[in-house]
């Protein structure tokens, strides 16, 4: 069992920088791939990155080189570094926790309550 607590979350203005963090509970957080979701209104789950146990790191291509996660396993945290924000990136984004890679959010196991992150333009 892995609980998730998202926050950072807020509004910022286009070309802004946020970081999102994660907090995991439960003895086996390091076994788990660290995923983000995010979800616009009106629109379905969009996978936006994930990290695996060995740090390896993939990303949607609408992220790719704005976007960074980390883990930091001595506090059980996992971190989304967002920079170049656009008003296109304005969604409630979710940590996630799953058994393996996956760019599909029904991949994944576990969920946090979400953290609304809004761009202006």
């Known amino acids: 069992q892995v609980q998730l607590v998202e926050s950072g979350g807020g509004l910022v203005q286009a070309g802004g920088s946020l970081r999102l963090s994660c907090a995991a509970s439960?003895?086996?957080?390091?076994?788990?791939?660290m995923g983000w979701v995010r979800q616009a209104p009106g629109k379905e789950r969009e996978f936006v990155g994930c990290?695996?146990?060995?740090?390896?790191?993939y990303y949607a291509d609408s992220v790719k080189g704005r976007f960074s996660i980390s883990r930091e396993y001595a506090k059980g945290t996992v971190y989304l570094q967002m920079n170049s924000l656009k008003p296109e990136d304005t969604a409630v984004y979710y940590c996630?926790?799953?058994?393996?890679?996956?760019?599909?959010?029904?991949?994944?196991?576990?969920w946090g309550q979400g953290t609304q992150v809004t761009v202006s333009s």
């Open positions: 996630a926790a799953g058994r393996s890679i996956a760019t599909h959010p029904n991949r994944y196991e576990y």
């Open positions: 439960g003895r086996t957080f390091s076994r788990y791939v």
């Open positions: 990290i695996s146990w060995s740090g390896s790191t």
